[in-house]
């Protein structure tokens, strides 16, 4: 059993930065590939990135070339750089350990990001 919890989120302008944070507890964590998954308001949680347990990246065509997914497995540690936001990433930012697009533990709390002038 892994639980997660996500900090960093804000409100931040279109065009603006931010990066998230995402603990991980118990011993499994670097086993797993690691998903940023998010949630708009009224939509389906959707991924918008993942990292294999070795570090190779992969995106959704929404955040390819503007989100960056990077992970420290000795620290339990997932990140998410975020540039060039746009109103539409608005969302609750949610990381997990993943499976074809499915998380596989109990979703933490998130953390909001909010892209709004």
């Known amino acids: 059993q892994v639980q997660f919890v996500e900090s960093g989120g804000g409100l931040v302008q279109p065009g603006g930065s931010l990066n998230l944070s995402c603990a991980a507890s118990?011993?499994?964590?670097?086993?797993?590939?690691m998903g940023w998954f998010r949630q708009a308001p009224g939509k389906r949680r959707e991924l918008a990135a993942v990292?294999?347990?070795?570090?190779?990246?992969n995106y959704a065509d929404s955040t390819r070339g503007r989100f960056t997914i990077s992970r420290d497995n000795a620290e339990n540690m997932l990140y998410l750089q975020m540039h060039s936001l746009k109103t539409e990433d608005t969302a609750v930012y949610y990381c997990?350990?993943?499976?074809?697009?499915?998380?596989?533990?109990?979703w933490g709390r998130g953390t909001q990001v909010t892209v709004s002038s």
């Open positions: 990292i294999t347990s070795r570090g190779t990246p």
């Open positions: 118990g011993s499994e964590f670097s086993i797993y590939t």
């Open positions: 997990n350990a993943q499976r074809g697009g499915v998380g596989l533990f109990p």
